[in-house]
């Protein structure tokens, strides 16, 4: 997300058909865009009822569990939940769904601890973590170097960033964030894309182009109205959620350019936490079991798998 986010409290209401889009459970996902080139086209619709199989509990993986999360009982996994495919909110309004929903139950089946999903805007979640408000930040978060400064991760997936317009847009945004000089641009607070949007602004100048304007919302939902209404030109997210967005919008919005600046996500620790080696070894074993496989085929995104997670410090 990349980065990702910030308002997804998943008790809101939606009250707009442009809300709607990004939330709504019917239509296909996107497949990931295929990395550094154009947006992939989907092969089949995902399917949010499937239902991932529970992995046994690994006595190994669970001996690494810091004894604070056992004897709590619980580890609070920290998301943003109006981020589709990765996290957003069922019919029922208040049950968090998703890839990295998924992957919590999974990883806590496998550490013999549960993953309690708790909802979280976007940009509290590293000083939540920080102030040991939450255990861990999954929440689509993209590595960066600013970010490792301030948590830890383990790296699970790989996405990249992509552009989504109005129907009618006659855009062409074949140049990265060159294609943002001149234009107004509808980001989520607190994610890689307001970093990239806002970095956008020097490269434009220094080009002696018209810098573009970053209009930035507490959700990517009220980012999606902004496309929706004409306020914003540009809609600008991770990859597979740009895809997923457009998909969900029927018709409304399109894909507009390729898929760039790819990279890792990673489930976020703070620095004082013991928690990343359990975690690394629990994806491993999703891994290894192929589970990890299932829930990327679920939700459509299997073109960001990855073979070798990692910590980084």
């Known amino acids: 997300m990349h980065m990702k986010i910030s308002d997804k409290s998943p008790h ?8 709607i889009i990004a939330v709504a459970l019917s239509g296909a996902a996107l497949l990931v865009p295929g990395i550094g080139t154009a947006f992939a086209t989907p092969k089949a619709a995902h399917n949010a009822a499937v239902t991932i199989p529970t ?6 993986v669970a001996a690494l569990v810091p004894a604070s999360i056992r004897a709590k009982g619980s580890v609070s996994s920290a998301m943003d939940a109006t981020y589709p495919p990765d996290e957003f909110v069922a019919a029922n309004g208040s049950t ?3 890839m990295d929903a998924d992957f919590s139950a999974a990883l806590g089946a496998v550490m ?4 309690v999903d708790v909802a979280a805007t976007f940009d509290t979640i590293i000083a939540g973590l920080q102030a040991n408000k939450f255990d861990v930040g999954n929440s689509s978060f993209t590595v960066t170097t600013q970010r490792e400064k301030q948590v830890n991760f383990v790296t699970y997936f790989q996405a990249g960033e992509g552009y989504y317009v109005a129907k009618s847009s006659t855009l062409k945004l074949n140049d990265g964030l060159k294609s943002l000089c001149g234009r107004t641009v509808a980001v989520e607070t607190g994610t890689t894309e307001q970093t990239d949007a806002n970095s956008a602004v020097n490269l434009c100048k220094k080009a002696k182009q018209k810098p573009d304007t970053v209009l930035a919302f507490a959700s990517q939902n009220e980012a999606n109205l902004a496309i929706a209404s004409g306020r914003a030109q540009v809609g600008f997210a991770d990859s597979q959620v740009a ?6 919008a029927k018709g409304q919005f399109k894909l507009d350019g390729p898929a760039f600046g790819v990279a890792p996500y ?3 620790f703070a620095k004082s936490s013991k928690l990343d080696a359990a975690t690394l070894a629990a994806v491993k074993v999703l891994i290894k079991d192929g589970i990890y496989a299932k829930i990327l085929d679920k939700w459509g995104v299997q073109a960001g798998a990855i073979t070798k997670p990692v910590i980084l410090l």
């Open 266 to 268: 990673g489930f976020a």
């Open 12 to 19: 809101r209401h939606i009250r707009s058909q442009a809300a």
């Open 112 to 115: 013999g601890v549960k993953w």
């Open 96 to 98: 968090i769904i998703g």
């Open 55 to 60: 992995p046994p509990k690994d006595p190994a």
């Open 243 to 248: 895809g997923y967005i457009v998909q969900l």
